[in-house]
């Protein structure tokens, strides 16, 4: 197979050229892309584990738990025992993680949105099914 027609290739340039435009983008607010998923994450949950947010994101604990320390440091998160289970961490975002993710998010957006106006509608919807056919293919035992 000649390298320019692997399709793992093309996948990953596709990947870093997004990772470095969010990059760029999110250096405005002090995060990288990791501690912006992280915080995009746990916007959405009542709380998290840092087990449960590396599963997220696909990331190794080793690197979620320094994600979330650099974050707790900024004061963007508190982490603090759960009631029910006293040696599980509970991670949640703060006021001030609130007010820097909806500036990050909205930089992180506008960068999905370029993105997503270089197709049509149903290039799009044909580009997303291919992806998830691949991530299936991928995935299956």
Not at 24 to 31: G, Q, V
Not at 87 to 103: F, I, M, S, W, Y
């Given at each position: 197979?000649?390298?320019?027609?692997?399709?793992?290739?093309?996948?990953?340039?596709?990947?870093?050229?997004?990772?470095?435009?969010?990059?760029?983008?999110?250096?405005?607010?002090?995060?990288?892309?990791?501690?912006?998923?992280?915080?995009?994450?746990?916007?959405?949950?009542?709380?998290?584990?840092?087990?449960?947010?590396?599963?997220?994101?696909?990331?190794t604990?080793?690197?979620?738990?320094?994600?979330?320390?650099?974050?707790?440091?900024?004061?963007?998160i508190?982490?603090a025992?759960?009631?029910?289970?006293q040696?599980?961490?509970?991670?949640?975002?703060?006021?001030?993680?609130?007010?820097?993710?909806?500036?990050a998010?909205?930089?992180?957006?506008?960068?999905?949105?370029r993105?997503?106006?270089?197709?049509?509608?149903?290039?799009?919807?044909?580009?997303?099914?291919?992806?998830?056919?691949?991530?299936?293919?991928?995935?299956?035992?």
């Open positions: 197979m000649e390298l320019g027609d692997r399709l793992g290739l093309v996948i990953k340039r596709a990947e870093q050229a997004l990772i470095a435009r969010k990059t760029a983008a999110l250096r405005e607010f002090e995060l990288t892309v990791p501690q912006y998923a992280a915080l995009l994450l746990l916007a959405s949950a009542e709380g998290m584990s840092a087990a449960q947010l590396a599963r997220e994101s696909m990331v604990p080793q690197t979620m738990s320094t994600v979330l320390a650099n974050l707790e440091a900024k004061g963007l508190t982490r025992p759960s009631p029910m289970h040696k599980l961490v509970v991670n949640r975002v703060t006021p001030a993680g609130h007010a820097v993710l909806a500036d998010d909205a930089a992180a957006s506008r960068i999905e949105g993105l997503a106006a270089a197709f049509s509608d149903a290039e799009r919807a044909q580009l997303q099914t291919l992806l998830e056919r691949a991530i299936g293919e991928l995935t299956r035992e």
